[in-house]
């Protein structure tokens, strides 16, 4: 007979379920973005030499120092080697730097807390861990479920709100006269990294409760 959970458990397991969403969220967000052939491919798909007037190898160069710049923890303002940024421009692109490095903060500290749980002594260590994450994993079902859902609708509009939210400007609206560097980072491009970070969250979420309802069926056996 499964035991019932003390309110402190439940507390614990909520908050650590929180936490380990926005960790595995955090982590294949860096992970994606960091997968440059993705960027290659829409140069080719979307002809995004023929748009800018610059080579694939060009764009690429371009596109590696960008996220070099928004992954670096020193500061200044992101300089590109073949397109010239307004101040607007340059300020967003710090912006979004913000976020990048609290992603990273976000990662740190969950991998912190998590090995500190795993070196004290806690009864049914194992049981709490596979529920935390059972609930993680619930928790992104549940909301890039709802996302996906906006998404089909409208993408455009999603993308609209998704950086009215994040930011309190509209220094993201770019010009393609004043900052030509949009040219080269078409919608379709977050769109399709979207779509991979959802189906790998799906992924690791759905193999998370198979592991979690795998044992939990093996427990109430005994």
């Known amino acids: 007979m499964l035991k019932r959970k003390s309110i402190k458990e439940v507390v614990v397991e909520g908050v650590g379920a929180i ?56 500061r200044g303002m992101l300089q590109l080697p073949d397109f010239s940024m307004s101040e607007a421009g ?8 913000h976020i990048f490095l609290v992603l990273y903060v976000i990662v740190l500290l969950f991998i912190l807390a998590f090995g500190v749980f795993l070196v004290t002594r806690h009864h049914h260590k194992d049981k709490c861990i596979l529920s935390t994450f059972n609930r993680g994993a619930n928790l992104t079902f549940l909301t ?31 010009d393609y006269r004043t900052d030509p560097v949009i040219l080269a980072l078409p919608e ?21 409760k198979y592991v979690y309802y795998k044992g939990k069926k093996s427990l109430a056996a005994r």
Request: contains cysteine; proline residues 2%.
């Open 19 to 74: 936490w380990f969403f926005l960790a595995l969220v955090s982590t294949v967000v860096l992970i994606v973005l960091n997968c440059t052939p993705i960027y290659r491919y829409v140069i080719n798909r979307y002809q995004l030499t023929t748009i800018t007037g610059l080579s694939e190898e060009k764009l690429m160069l371009n596109y590696k120092s960008m996220i070099s710049y928004l992954q670096s923890p020193s």
């Open 90 to 97: 340059m300020i967003h692109f710090a912006e979004v730097k």
């Open 144 to 174: 890039f479920g709802i996302l996906i859902f906006f998404i089909t609708i409208n993408f455009s509009g999603t993308f609209t709100v998704f950086h009215k939210l994040f930011f309190n400007n509209n220094y993201w609206m770019f």
């Open 188 to 208: 379709q491009l977050f769109m399709i990294i979207s779509i991979i970070i959802i189906m790998s969250l799906f992924a690791i979420c759905g193999y998370i």
